[in-house]
C-alpha cells in the first residue's frame, strides 16, 4: 500500500489520489505514516456498529458510492509502475480480470478468463437461500463469467451506483441479515459471501448491458512461487498474491530502493511491529 499509494501519486498527482477510510484508518496512514494523499475521507466511520463483519466487500460499495466523477479503486495489494493504459479512462467500466466461476464451463471468445472455482459454488447456491434477492439478481445462478475488482472503476457512474444498490440491498435487507446472523452465531464462516457482494452482483448488473465496453486491466498476478526477475523489470501493474507473510526478494529490492529515497517514512513501516500494537488498542481494534 505504501508503494501503491507513492506510485498513483507519481503517476496521477497527488490531487487526484484519496483515501476512503475510517477514523482509524486515517490516524495510520495519513498522521502517522504521512502516505501522501490529497484527501482522507471518513465514511467508513459508518460501519462502526456494522455486525458482519466479515463482508468487507460492503466498505467498498460505501466507498463507491460517495464518488462523484470517474474514479479507479485500486486494492492495496497492486503496485502500479506505469500508467493504466490511456483507453481505461474512457472506458464505461474498467475491471481487473474476468473469472470462470465454476470448472468445465466454456470461456466466451475473446475474453482472458481465469478459473477460480472456489467460492463461487457457495455464493451461488446462498441465491437460493436468502429470503430476499434485488430482481436484477433472480437469474444470476445462471450465470458462467464474474468479474474481479482489485481494481475497478470507469466513466459509468450511473452503472456503478446500480450495482452498489444491488449490494445495498442484500446486506441491509433485514431477512438476509438475519439470515447471515444466525450463520455468524452457529460459527459458520460467512467470508465467501463477499463473492456474491463482489462479484456475482456486478456480473448480473453487466448482463443486462448489451455490448457494454469493458476493459479487464492487464492482469500480472505474482505469488512468491512464480515471481521472477525478469517479470518484475519488464511488467507494469504487479498484483502482489499469498505475499501477506513472505515478500518475495524481488518485490523488497525494489521496496528497498524506493524506501532509501524517503528514509523517514519507509522505516516506520519496517517498525510497524513496534508501534502498530498501541495504536490498535488506542482504537479499540
Request: net charge negative; charged share 20%; proline share 6%.
Amino acid at each position: 500500500m505504501y508503494w501503491g499509494c507513492h506510485q498513483a501519486v507519481s503517476l496521477y498527482g497527488r490531487e487526484n489520489v484519496i483515501l476512503i477510510t475510517d477514523s482509524f484508518g486515517q490516524e495510520l496512514f495519513q498522521k502517522k505514516l504521512k502516505f501522501p494523499y490529497a484527501e482522507v475521507h471518513l465514511d467508513l466511520d459508518a460501519l462502526a456498529d456494522f455486525e458482519l463483519v466479515d463482508l468487507w466487500t460492503y466498505g467498498k460499495i460505501l466507498a463507491y458510492r460517495r464518488m462523484e466523477s470517474p474514479f479507479f479503486h485500486i486494492d492495496t495489494d497492486w503496485i502500479f509502475r506505469k500508467a493504466l493504459p490511456k483507453q481505461y479512462e474512457s472506458s464505461p467500466i474498467v475491471i481487473q480480470q474476468f473469472e470462470q466461476g465454476v470448472d468445465n464451463l466454456q470461456p466466451a471468445p475473446g475474453l482472458r478468463i481465469s478459473p477460480r472455482p472456489c467460492g463461487y459454488v457457495q455464493a451461488l447456491d446462498m441465491l437460493d437461500k436468502l429470503p430476499h434477492l434485488p430482481n436484477d439478481l433472480v437469474e444470476a445462478k445462471d450465470l458462467k463469467i464474474f468479474p474481479h475488482l482489485g481494481i475497478f472503476g470507469g466513466q459509468d457512474l450511473g452503472l456503478i451506483g446500480q450495482y452498489c444498490d444491488i449490494v445495498e440491498e442484500l446486506v441491509t435487507h433485514e431477512d438476509n441479515k438475519q439470515v447471515l446472523l444466525d450463520m455468524v452465531e452457529t460459527g459458520q464462516d460467512i467470508g465467501f459471501f463477499n463473492i456474491l457482494l463482489e462479484r456475482i452482483a456486478l456480473a448480473a448488473v453487466l448482463n443486462t448491458e448489451d455490448a457494454l465496453p469493458v476493459l479487464p486491466t492487464v492482469d500480472y498476478q505474482i505469488s512468491t512461487t512464480s515471481l521472477s526477475q525478469t517479470a518484475l523489470d519488464d511488467i507494469g501493474i504487479i498484483h502482489l498474491m499469498d505475499t501477506k507473510q513472505v515478500i518475495p526478494h524481488q518485490v523488497r529490492r525494489y521496496l528497498d530502493n524506493y524506501g532509501s529515497r524517503n528514509p523517514k517514512f519507509y522505516g516506520q513501516i519496517m517498525a510497524i511491529d513496534s508501534w502498530l500494537p498501541e495504536l490498535l488498542e488506542e482504537h479499540g481494534q
